[in-house]
Structure formats: C-alpha cells, structure tokens
C-alpha cells in the first residue's frame, strides 16, 4: 500500500514569540517493508536555521530556529510512503522466548539492543509490572505466542480512555487505572517485555484508518500512534499494536523508535516570549496515494 | 617538642580495632617523621602550637577577607576551611604520580571517543553493555554518527595512597569537575600565611599553570579563530561551588555568564555584549550536562541555553567538557580500567584503582551475595553509599537491578594530621589532582586540593604542595616563561544581567550608607545610646527614624529595637538588609569585582559579628567597611560595568537626598527644634563642617536646602549627584545622548537647577508646600528615570522557556 502522510501541528499563542527552538522527529525512515517515497518539513514562519541529523537510534531528527516574531508556528510534515506486510523469521517465532534475552546470550553480537532490554527513564519494570507480565511467559512457550497473547491481555484489561493519564504517567499509574492511550498501552507492553529480559521498543507513527461505513471521511481525524516491537534472536522486530490488539501491518507507516516516548516525541521546542498560554492543534490525515 | 612530633609519637600506636593500617602522609611505619617532614619541624616554622595556631588564625582572616564560600548540597552558603598543614608530594613520588595521571587522562578520552563512536569496547565485548548504556550519564544527544572532536579537556581525579604509599585511583571526575579554583586560592592564602616555605625543597608554584588551561580552552575553540572567545558558563552564585566558578573565571581573564547571558543564532553560540551579539567559542561547563539545553535535555532547566547541544554538535562552538563525559565517572568502570586501557592505548594502566566489584557480573554477584551487607554497595549513577541498616531494601535493589551497582571494602584512606582546636589530630585526607589537555596529550597540574574526610565527605580542605627536584627546576617544568596568554588583557564582559547587578550593586552600597550615616545622625545613637531622647517627644529624632523606616510604638523602643534598625535582616530598610542584598549582587558578579570588595565585607562582617551595646561603635564599625567598599570600586576599571554601578550609586543618592529632606524639614517646627533637624540633616549628608563654615552656625533654611540640592560643589548634593548621574550615563553603549533616559534626566537637571529655593521655604500653615511638591516631583522623575534606564541598558528580553509543543494524541 502506498499512503500519503500529512501530519499538520500549529500552536497559537497569547503573545509576540521573539525566538523558537524545535527539535522534530517527523520524517519517516526506510525500515524492512517500508519504503518512504518523499518526505518533507515545513515551518511556518520559514526557520532561519534548521538541520537534519541521524539520531542515537538511527532515526532521522531536524533542529530549527525561527527568530522572526510571530504568534502562530505551524510544523507540517507531507509524507509518501510505500508499505508491504513485513516477512518475520518464523523460526525466531516459534523458538521459546526464553533464547531471546540478548543479555543471556554468550557471544551472539546482541550487545546493540542490550539498551531496549534495559529499564528507562519513564519505563521501569518494579514487582507490580513483572506481577503483570508473568502469566503470559510459562517456560518454553515460543516467542511469538508469548508476545501476542502479552498483546491481548493488554488489549482486554485497559481501557481506552484519553483523559485518564498525561504525558507524565508512570507505567504504575497506568497499572493501576487500567485505562490509558496508546502511548500507554505500548509503554506497558513494553515495560512487561523488558521484565522479561526481552528487548522491546517504542515506535512511533501513524495508523491509517476508515471512515464509519457510508460517512464521509472527515479531514484531520486521523492521529498520531505508537506500538511496540520486541527483538527476536534471528535480529527481527516483531512488531505489535495492543491498542487494536493486533500485528502491525501495511496500514501503519513508521516515523521513529527509541527507548520510549521521550525519544521519538514528534515535537519539542523552547520559546522566548511572554506568552502566558498557547494553543494547540493537531491535524492528521493517512490517506491512501 | 613540637606539635609535629607530639603527633608522630600519638600516631605510631598499633590500631586499636586491629583495623587496616593506614598511610600516614607525615609519618614513617617506624615512626620517625617522613623526609620532608623532618625539615619543617626543625625549620623556621618550628610548629610549636603557637605557630601553627597563629598560621590557622592567619589563613582564617585571609579566607574571611577574599569570602571564600562553599555551599553544601541544599543548604546555605558557609566558610571555605584550609588546614594549615598541607599535603606533600616529594618530587620523585610526583614523577611516577603525574605520568600515571596524563595517561589516565589520554585514556579516559580514549573511553569517550569510543563510547560515543565505534564502540569497540562493547562490540568486543571488553565492557558490558548495561554498565555503559544503563548509566545515565550516558547522553544519546550527543550519540550520534556526526560528532564532535575531542570532548575531554579538564579531568579531576581523587586519589588515595594504599598502606604501603601505592597511588589508588577512587573517582574519576570528568563531566564538569571543580576545586581548580579552590585549589588555587587555598595556594594563595597558605603563600601569604606560611613564608618562607618551611621545607627543604621547594615547592613549585602554581601560577604558571594557569596559561597551560587557558591554552588547553582555547585550542579546545572549533574556529581557527585568532583570539577564541572563551567563557565560564555557571548555575549563578546559588550553586554549591559558586566561588570555585568566579575565582577559576577571574584568574582565566574569561567571562563568567549564565544561560540567559548566551543565546543560539544560526547554530553558533552568541553572547549578549552592549547591545549586540558576540560569537563565542569555547564553553568551560559547570552546569550540569542534564541542565545545560532545555531543548534536547531537562525541559524544566533555566540554567542552560537553549540549542547549546545542537551547536556543539554541529562544531561551532566546543563545549568544555563535552556533555557525553559524564559517562566517565560510573565507578561500574573501575574494575575494567586495565583491559581497557590495554586495548585502547595498548600500554598497561599505570594508576590503578581501588578494588570496586561491578555486581552485573553474575558470578561476581553469586561470590560476594552474602557479604554484601559487609561492603560498600553504590549505585553507578552516584548518589553514595546504600544503607546497610536497611539491609532489605539493599538487597532487594542490588537483586532488581544488579548491573546499576558497584560493592567495594571501604575505602582505607591515608592519614595526615589536622589542626582542630589547637591540636594536632589524624584524619583521613584525599587528594583531588587535575590534569589538562595539553598539545595531543594532557598534563597534569603540579598541585591539586586536598580534603580532610569524616564519614567519606569532606569537612576541610588541605593545600597540596608538589616539590620540585631541585630549586632550579621549572615551576610545573615548564621550561619556557608563561607566555602572555591569548585572552588575559581582555577586560571583562558585560553582559546586560552583569550592569544589572552592577547598578544594584551601587544602589545598595549607597542605600547601606545612607543608612548607617542617618543611623550614627541620631542624637540619642551619638551621644551614647541615650534612649529618652528618642522617645517620641523629640522630632528630630523622629524625622530620622522616619528616614530609616523605624516606627517604634514607645513602648517597643528599647535597646534591641534600636539595634534592629541597623542588624535585623527581616526589618525592612534596615541596614542589615540593604548588606545582604549588597552581597547577594556582588556574588553573583564575583568576577567582576575585585578581591578588596571581599576585605571590605569582611570588616562589615566583623561589626556585626561582634556588636556589643554600645552601637554606635558597631554603626562606625560598619561605615568603615562601607568607605573601604567605596574606595575599592573607585579604583575599579571605568569599564561598562562600572558605569553601570556609578548610576546605580548616583541615583540612589539623589532620591536618598530627596527622601530625607522631605521627612525632615517640609515642615516647619519651633526654631530650637528646626535647629537639631537641621543638625541631624546635616549629619546624616556628612555635611556640618561646609554648612559650619559657609552659614556660621545660624538655622537658615534656604541654606541648607541650596546645600543638599542645588550646589554642584558638595558632592551630597542633588545636583551633584545628577551630574554624576549624567557622566556614568553618557559613556554606557546603548547611550545616544537624545536615548529616553538621557532626556528624562536633562529635564530633570534643569529643573533642579532653575528652582527658586527662596519660594521652597515658604511656610502655609505649618507646611512648607512648595518643598514638599518639589521634592514628590522630583522623586518622581527620578523612578521614572530609573526604569527607563533599566529598560533600555539592563534588559535581555524574557527567558526562554520549554513548550512540549505537541503533546501526544492516540487512535
């Protein structure tokens, strides 16, 4: 499937911004199954300096600067992107997740995705997370079966409540609320995984979805997403959704992984200004090319 | 017997817990005095303890008078301890000590460079990866294929001696290490309390070292700039080593700035300088990595500059040490130093570290499971030693995570002895070298800073003298003279937040005197503390308490109130008050000023510590100090800063004058009254001898008032002050001569100059009308002068602040 991307984010504010700093992570990267056909990003006011740049994680990153004053910046991203379903080994799949820990593995290069198998800033895996994760890893059940059924618990338990948590949620606010977005679904299924020993990490993008039957699809109702992929030993990436409760697949376009959101956060950016508030607003659209 | 050997015959006892036996810094395992040591008990200094106490009184009063201040973790600011006794390091055990030191250096480099670029280390398997990637000084910001050059220039390293003198490596100290300007001062006062050096040999001096680290920060510059521009990028003066920062700064001639100072314009790092923009190269860091770029890392910091990280990724600016460094000081990388060091440098390590175990290691963890509650246990991330008392949480953290934590015996340190009330008493000791870069390699500096411990932490610090071979050897074998560096003429920086605090320095210092002058002006204070004659009766009094903000019921007013008005902090318009701002200000320009501004506090200092009953002679006390503050800055360079402080004093003089006349004399009191107002009037401007000498002694209002407002000959004059006002004014940058503030204060002095003073003494009723609305009009010009002035010289425009400009949303 071939999707074109507009991603649009614009920010209003109460008062002259003198100077602004973004740091972006919009623009996809080649990954296997997808191909990006074009991709670009536009800042208005037009950014008097701005670079592109490949992250610790490989992903693509773009610093600007705007110092005209303004009171609107808009950052829109126009993305092509061909997607195919991905092939995974399927014997990494079906052998027992335990041989997927790559810190267990003696002399297996695995020493990159060590970090992925590692707690992180926002994503610790303390006695309430492993409680969790614990039933779906019996001894010896296959990788595969092990992380999807991880991904229906998921799926079943939490609710889908935007509102109940905020970008500062901790995976045992999450927990405990049984209710959650995306970001947090993946953040848990992950956090789960790592408990594991297994390496698993946050992607972000863009699910592509339909409008209700016989409506008219409605423009910039679509939104940003995040899902999770876990390594298996043949160094695939299994990638999973436990929002849909299902694999990831070619209606999902991929912009960014890292350890979790704060690396991969589409936009963050500094002001110079008096500006006591602002306001946000965000567009997007996955429409097929 | 002197106090030295009183020591060794005290040390020489067997450890009375059977514990390990320490290296003793001064004394020999049989229990004669070390070789250097036995020259200074038998040198000039014989170090009886009446010496040794007048050297520690000594270094004391000179730590006093500079304010050398340290600040614990969270708590306030308090006085920089110097042992008298320092620590020696004989040139032989130097020789071995400082190779050891520039090849950890070079290695330590080596380890960054490869962390944050091929990573052979982990590929190879040589360091695990969770000892590195779990540490969170581990910055992915800066890992990234395109990279910056070499990120390591200034290492600190803290070192002990094994039992048997073995040089021990306890902590590297890379990501932004302090106490070279500790180090530095301590060397100043011990030159000035301890001469001539008591040692056989001498000792090399630290000054020449400074143009090899002003060399090693700017050949660090990205440009092939002629004359880099480097400055010290700091917290600000609430920062625990607050004077390490403006002392290091001052003696490298660079500028001390903070964030806000700085600004990111087309990638290159700018600085705010009269009015424009100036291109900075190189950024000696101590604000912390996680601080330093609210864009890329802790959004919530106000210390850094936003898209410091990009530009010193993109090579435009070189940040000093590089924000990945921090990497370096995981303890976790003790215990694998020697393989590193042999695959990176493909030499043997030559200082080797204190036994640490990394617990990651599952056999290692299996062999010391069960005594870990024996050992120390610490996190790799910093932050101490666990609690054994609380075994279970231990344990269960060591078990959760145990590649985040190192276990180790605890640390035997050396011994040497200290000074503590007048005797001579062990204590453990450390010693915290530094080493620089210097051409491809580093070099270590010929001294360091010294720390006496209690429970691991420092409680004092110890010069550290290094000797040399011979007298004819090279201060730091330097053969060549210290060559006049690149940036040292340069004079210091003004940055917009620097007039800031220069003006208010002027204002305060002005305010504290005015104080103090009205203060000593009240008859009751000058005769004596004669409290009934300030009851409310007399109205001289009054008009001058009024002036210092004291309005005392009558029955409050006895001898602790009137103290108040000139040593109670909380009392608003105190003296004591206007001190305290005065010096929060004058820390946070510490490298603008000169080092007598400190003398002169201390003599403030003094007074107040020391006020008795009688407070007058604490009011004098204080005066003193505040006239040797005002010669001090008179002798300052007339640069942008110091203008800034000259319109900080002159206007705060002419609204002082404007105050006191108008709770004085608008209005009109019987003439045996009018005389002692005038009198006290008088007293407070430091004027009664010119008023004596022109008016003879008779009460003669126009007199007085042409005096304090209209003649440009008595400096405590308003039109004096607005004279002074205009010189300042005119020479600062953004000054135009037609410039808002200019205007407003040429209105203002032809207005003062054209007043009738005849018509301002008219009495209607018993009010002096015309006074009272001279002086409001006055007063008001004044503040509007004041903000106008603010606005246009002392502004930077708002801080930048942190937007998460999208936050998620979620199918």
Redesign the interface.
Same mark, same amino acid.
């Given at each position: 499937m071939r999707w074109h991307v507009r991603h649009r984010t614009r920010y209003t504010y109460d008062d002259v911004v003198t100077d602004s700093y973004g740091h972006a992570v919009l623009l996809p990267r080649d990954v296997p199954g997808q191909r990006v056909l074009s991709a670009q990003v536009d800042v208005d006011p037009v950014a008097v300096d701005r670079s592109e740049d490949i992250d610790h994680f490989g992903n693509r990153v773009t610093y600007l600067q705007v110092d005209v004053p303004h009171t609107r910046l808009t950052v829109e991203a126009d993305l092509d992107v061909e997607v195919e379903p991905a092939s995974i080994d399927p014997e990494a799949l079906g052998a027992p997740w335990e041989a997927a820990r790559p810190r267990a593995l003696d002399g297996v290069p695995a020493w990159e995705v060590v970090e992925l198998a590692l707690e992180s800033p926002s994503i610790g895996h303390g006695g309430a997370v492993l409680d969790y994760a614990r039933p779906s890893f019996p001894p010896g059940r296959a990788l595969g079966e092990a992380a999807r059924d991880l991904m229906h618990r998921v799926h079943d338990d939490f609710a889908y409540e935007p509102g109940t948590t905020s970008v500062t949620s901790t995976i045992d606010d999450v927990l405990a609320a049984r209710a959650g977005v995306c970001q947090d679904f993946a953040q848990l299924m992950i956090a789960c995984l790592r408990s594991q020993g297994l390496a698993a990490r946050y992607v972000s993008g863009y699910l592509a979805t339909d409008p209700p039957p016989g409506r008219e699809r409605v423009v910039g109702a679509d939104a940003t997403h995040a899902w999770v992929a876990v390594w298996t030993p043949a160094g695939e990436w299994l990638a999973l959704d436990p929002t849909n409760d299902q694999p990831v697949g070619e209606r999902y376009v991929t912009i960014a992984w890292g350890r979790e959101y704060a690396d991969v956060s589409p936009l963050k950016g500094v002001i110079v200004s008096e500006a006591s508030s602002s306001e946000l607003e965000v567009q997007v659209d996955v429409l097929p090319a | 017997m002197s106090a030295l050997r009183d020591y060794a015959a005290a040390t020489n006892q067997p450890p009375l817990q059977g514990g390990p036996r320490a290296f003793d810094e001064v004394v020999a395992p049989d229990g004669t005095l070390r070789r250097p040591w036995r020259a200074l008990a038998a040198g000039p200094l014989d170090l009886a303890d009446v010496d040794l106490r007048r050297v520690a009184h000594q270094i004391g009063r000179h730590l006093e008078d500079d304010g050398v201040t340290y600040r614990r973790p969270g708590g306030t600011s308090d006085r920089w301890h110097l042992d008298p006794l320092p620590l020696v390091v004989t040139a032989q055990e130097w020789a071995t000590l400082s190779g050891g030191l520039a090849q950890r250096a070079e290695l330590l480099d080596a380890v960054a460079d490869d962390l944050y670029g091929p990573r052979r280390l !982990?590929?190879e398997?040589v360091l695990p +990866?969770?000892l590195v !990637? #779990?540490h969170r000084g581990f910055r992915?910001?800066v *890992?990234? +294929?395109?990279r910056a050059g070499r990120s390591l220039h200034v290492v600190a390293c803290d070192l002990t001696r094994t039992a048997s003198g073995q040089w021990q490596v306890v902590a590297d100290r890379t990501q932004a290490p302090s106490g070279l300007g500790y180090a530095l001062e301590n060397r100043r006062v011990t030159s000035r309390a301890i001469t001539p050096t008591p040692l056989d040999a001498p000792v090399h001096r630290l000054a020449p070292f400074v143009p090899v680290l002003r060399d090693a920060l700017a050949g660090a510059a990205p440009r092939t700039a002629s004359d880099p521009r480097i400055v010290l990028l700091t917290p600000g003066p609430e920062s625990e080593t607050a004077y390490d920062q403006a002392h290091l700064a001052t003696v490298l001639g660079i500028p001390l700035v903070r964030g806000d100072d700085l600004?990111?314009?087309? %990638?290159a790092v700018w600085m705010r300088v009269r009015g424009r923009l100036e291109r900075v190269d190189v950024v000696l860091r101590r604000v912390d990595a996680a601080w330093s770029d +609210?864009?890329?890392l802790r %959004?919530d910091s106000r210390l850094g500059v936003?898209?410091l990280v990009?530009a010193d990724?993109?090579g435009s600016v070189r940040v000093v040490n590089g924000f990945g460094t921090g990497v370096l000081e995981n303890p976790g990388l003790l215990p694998f130093m020697d393989h590193v060091c042999e695959v990176l440098l493909d030499e043997p390590l030559r200082l080797p570290c204190v036994p640490v175990h990394w617990l990651g290691d599952p056999a290692t963890l299996a062999r010391l499971r069960t005594d870990l509650l024996d050992l120390e246990v610490r996190a790799i991330d910093g932050g101490g030693v666990l609690d054994a008392d609380a075994p279970d949480a231990l344990l269960a953290a060591v078990e959760? #995570?145990p590649?985040r934590y190192v276990a180790g015996e605890p640390i035997v340190w050396s011994r040497a002895p200290r000074l503590d009330a007048g005797t001579l008493t062990a204590c453990e000791v450390s010693l915290r070298a530094f080493t620089v870069a210097h051409g491809s390699g580093y070099r270590p500096l010929a001294g360091g800073l010294g720390s006496v411990l209690q429970d691991g932490r420092s409680i004092a610090s110890k010069d550290v003298w290094v000797l040399k071979e011979s007298a004819s050897e090279p201060d730091q074998g330097l053969e060549e003279p210290a060559r006049p560096s690149v940036a040292s003429g340069a004079a210091p920086i003004a940055v917009p937040r620097v007039l800031q605090d220069l003006y208010w320095f002027g204002r305060y210092a002005e305010r504290a005197e005015h104080g103090v002058r009205s203060l000593l002006a009240l008859p009751a204070v000058g005769d004596g503390l004669d409290l009934d004659r300030i009851g409310p009766g007399d109205p001289a009094a009054e008009a001058l308490l009024g002036v210092l903000g004291a309005s005392g019921a009558p029955g409050e007013r006895d001898a602790r109130w009137l103290q108040s008005i000139l040593l109670d902090e909380r009392r608003p318009s105190s003296v004591a008050q206007s001190l305290v701002a005065l010096r929060a200000v004058a820390a946070s320009v510490r490298d603008q000023l000169s080092i007598d501004v400190w003398r002169a506090f201390a003599v403030t200092d003094r007074a107040v510590a020391s006020a008795g009953t009688d407070l007058a002679v604490t009011a004098e006390q204080v005066l003193v100090g505040l006239l040797a503050l005002r010669g001090t800055t008179e002798s300052m360079v007339h640069d942008d800063g110091w203008h800034a402080l000259e319109v900080g004093r002159a206007l705060e003089r002419a609204l002082q004058v404007g105050a006191l006349l108008s709770r004085t004399v608008t209005t009109m009191r019987p003439l045996s009254v009018e005389e002692r107002v005038h009198e006290a009037v008088l007293g407070a401007t430091e004027s009664v001898v010119t008023h004596r000498r022109r008016h003879r002694g008779r009460v003669r209002l126009v007199g007085l008032l042409e005096l304090l407002l209209t003649d440009p000959d008595n400096p405590r004059s308003l039109a004096a002050a607005l004279e002074r006002l205009g010189h300042a004014l005119a020479r600062l940058p953004m000054s135009t001569s037609s410039s808002r503030p200019e205007r407003l204060l040429e209105d203002l002095v032809a207005q003062v100059r054209d007043v009738d003073l005849s018509a301002l003494a008219r009495v209607s009723g018993q009010r002096r009308r015309g006074l009272e609305d001279h002086l409001e009009d006055v007063e008001g010009q004044l503040t509007r002068l004041a903000d106008a002035f603010a606005e246009l010289h002392l502004v930077s %425009?708002? *801080?930048?602040? *942190? !937007?998460? !400009? #999208?936050?998620?949303?979620? *199918?």
């Open positions: - | !982990l590929r398997g +990866p969770e !990637l #779990a992915r910001e *890992s990234r +294929p395109r600004v990111v314009r087309g %990638g +609210p864009l890329e %959004g936003p898209g990009e990724r993109r959760a #995570a590649h %425009g708002p *801080s930048p602040r *942190s !937007l998460t !400009l #999208a936050r998620r949303v979620s *199918s």
